[in-house]
């Protein structure tokens, strides 16, 4: 069970690393920025903030099998990722944008089955 909580917990950060690198250091591209207007006059500022966010609980949410620390900080970090899942869910919804739902929504089980798994199949 610890491998397969492993894999996911890689896969959650790849994904959110690429996250954070399209939607915090390329934000100029004509899709972002039609989001960003109409998420209002702090959209650019909330895009930073949320990839700044991204980008560090998806380096967290491996740092423990790195560094052979306990994993309690895995479950928070991924609780973490499962809310900014919903967020973002929402705020795509919001800007009217055609996001990925399936992919959301498969990204969220993930990101529940290690806080799920960590918490109370594998807990270290």
Not at 31 to 56: C, D, E, P, V
Not at 98 to 113: R, S, T
Request: net charge positive.
């Amino acid at each position: 069970m610890n491998t397969i909580l492993w894999v996911l917990q890689v896969i959650l950060c790849i994904k959110f690393l690429s996250v954070a690198y399209s939607h915090g250091l390329q934000p100029n591209n004509s899709n972002m920025q039609q989001s960003i207007i109409k998420i209002g006059k702090n959209g650019l500022f909330l895009h930073k903030i949320i990839s700044a966010i991204i980008f560090i609980v998806s380096i967290i949410i491996i740092l423990p099998g790195i560094l052979g620390m306990n994993n309690w900080i895995t479950i928070y970090t991924a609780l973490i990722l499962a809310i900014l899942i919903i967020l973002s869910i929402i705020i795509h919804i919001l800007s009217r944008e055609k996001p990925l739902i399936v992919a959301d929504i498969i990204l969220l089980a993930n990101a529940a089955f290690v806080v799920y798994g960590r918490w109370m199949l594998a807990p270290s």
